[in-house]
């Protein structure tokens, strides 16, 4: 029988946890959310080589694909996102109305997986609630323990330092939002500001998610949902195939701009 060392086990959670989370206060790609936005970006840009940390205000990734639609589990995709699927190994199930359907739990599980094993950090329970601005350019993002806001403890945060960020907060657009508080209405949009989320519809959703993605001040870029709260776009209720796109569209765009 092994013995056990209680201390032993609390010494080595801190110390490999501490060093991971020290390496990547400085990274090539901060990626803030790791619903399948952020989790396909950053599995594009670890596979490319780029040090990717992601950094998840809840205790799980997944951001909304657990519930699929109406908390039953399944998450439909169209066509054009099934080779993202193929690549990250999701099983899927063709419908003959066309539509590709996938298992929401199997889903995060293994677009999670794919991230990691592609050289992906990620780091759960952390909040960004703030980013670096230097010059004209952001250049990283600030954390605290998501524990922190929800208990209402007033912590100083801390600071990572990365060559770009992504904007892969969902809905709410978080960290565009706090640019926009911060430095005024300064997007690549027609106002400078958040432009809003439109009423659901699929169609023309799922196709302006993609043409959002991109950057919207210097170093700081779209991804998912977060791309048409900014540039207004409809939202497009539950098929996911956009949010898979628009994370690897951020990536193909990161990986060709000029570092
Ligand atoms: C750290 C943060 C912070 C913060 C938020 O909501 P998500 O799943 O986002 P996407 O864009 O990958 O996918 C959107 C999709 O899930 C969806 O909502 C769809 C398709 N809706 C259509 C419709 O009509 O409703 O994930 C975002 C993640 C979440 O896990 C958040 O907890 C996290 O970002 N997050 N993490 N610091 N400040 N803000």
Not at 86 to 112: F, K, N
Not at 141 to 152: E, F, M
Request: charged residues 25%; glycine residues 12%; neutral net charge.
């Amino acid at each position: 029988m092994d013995r056990l060392d209680d201390v032993a086990i609390s010494r080595a959670i801190i110390e490999e946890y501490t060093r991971d989370f020290s390496d990547s206060l400085e990274s090539d790609v901060a990626i803030v959310g790791a619903g399948p936005a952020g989790m396909v970006a950053g599995y594009y840009l670890a596979r490319a080589g780029r040090r990717v940390a992601i950094f998840e205000r809840r205790l799980s990734v997944g951001g909304g694909m657990w519930g699929g639609g109406i908390m039953f589990g399944r998450c439909i995709f169209q066509e054009a996102s099934r080779p993202v699927l193929d690549e990250i190994g999701v099983r899927v199930t063709r419908r003959e109305d066309g539509y590709y359907v996938t298992d929401s739990v199997e889903t995060v599980a293994v677009l999670c997986a794919a991230a990691v094993k592609a050289g992906a950090r990620v780091f759960n329970s952390i909040s960004t609630e703030d980013v670096l601005i230097r010059g004209e350019r952001v250049a990283g993002i600030v954390l605290n323990w998501s524990a922190v806001s929800s208990a209402r403890l007033h912590v100083d945060p801390i600071s990572a330092r990365a060559g770009c960020v992504v904007d892969a907060t969902g809905h709410d657009a978080e960290i565009a939002r706090i640019v926009v508080r911060k430095i005024g209405k300064r997007l690549r949009t027609e106002t400078g500001d958040l432009l809003g989320e439109r009423p659901m519809w699929a169609e023309v959703g799922e196709r302006t998610i993609v043409e959002h993605t991109g950057e919207i001040y210097p170093g700081l870029w779209v991804a998912g949902m977060a791309a048409n709260a900014v540039f207004g776009g409809p939202r497009m209720g539950p098929i996911f195939g956009g949010m898979l796109l628009s994370g690897r569209r951020a990536a193909e765009m990161i990986l060709a701009a000029p570092r």
